[in-house]
């Protein structure tokens, strides 16, 4: 069975400081790992995706088999970044997305 | 161009009434997708339609709930009998679909609360 586990509800910083969002998955195959996003009174989309090794609005993530993580980092956390962010899993060839529990980020100013 | 769209935004419903939640995907998305949104189980998969077709299904907590898609394109999600525990968002997504797991685009969602 497929699982992400995001540890942290809340996560609460100042503007400008450093926002590291944790997601953990069990999967026996090779995954392919998403984060999606969903701003205040907005649909959920994608934030990026782990196959695309791109920086999106200054977020990164690493893909680590040995830890199975897919961590999403950012050095400089700005107040428009203040969402909820999902870490979500599928089969590489595969179909629904299995998401996590969800992190609330807030960025004070 | 347009994205997913569903309808209704909000509904609610009495306690035992049956309710019919509606998606229209992106023009030319071959995968459909319908999740539930709420505050105690988080964002889980229902159902998955490929075409019209619905090879994974794995996720309809009950025989209350069934799904279709006609013609490739809109899909309906129908909740009989309705109980307080399917109040929730329920969110539609679409993507290219096929072997590759393409970007899912999301719907706004339809809220339905059972009173």
């Known amino acids: 069975a497929q699982r992400v586990t995001q540890p942290e509800k809340l996560l609460s910083v100042f503007k400008g400081a450093p926002v590291e969002l944790k997601c953990n998955y069990s999967?026996?195959?090779?995954?392919?790992l998403f984060w999606y996003v969903q701003y205040s009174r907005q649909r959920l989309q994608l934030l990026l995706r782990?196959?695309s090794r791109e920086s999106i609005k200054g977020f990164t993530a690493d893909l680590n088999k040995g830890e199975t993580s897919f961590h999403l980092k950012k050095p400089f956390a700005q107040e428009e970044d203040s969402a909820m962010y999902y870490c979500a899993l599928t089969r590489a060839a595969g179909n629904k997305l299995t998401f996590g529990g969800g992190t609330r980020v807030l960025v004070k100013p | 161009g347009a994205g997913v769209s569903q309808s209704p935004s909000n509904k609610v419903t009495e306690k035992g009434k049956d309710v019919e939640l509606r998606c229209d995907p992106i023009s030319g998305h071959t995968a459909l997708y319908w999740y539930r949104q709420s505050l105690g189980q988080g964002l889980e998969f229902l159902i998955y339609f490929q075409g019209n077709s619905a090879p994974d299904k794995s996720g309809l907590p009950s025989d209350r709930f069934s799904a279709e898609r006609t013609g490739g394109s809109v899909s309906t999600l129908t909740i009989q009998r309705t109980q307080q525990e399917d109040s929730a968002v329920y969110l539609c997504?679409?993507?290219?679909?096929?072997?590759?797991?393409?970007?899912?685009?999301f719907g706004p969602g339809t809220r339905l609360t059972v009173t």
């Open positions: 999967y026996s195959g090779s995954p392919e």
């Open positions: 782990h196959i």
């Open positions: 997504a679409s993507s290219l679909g096929g072997a590759r797991p393409y970007e899912q685009y």
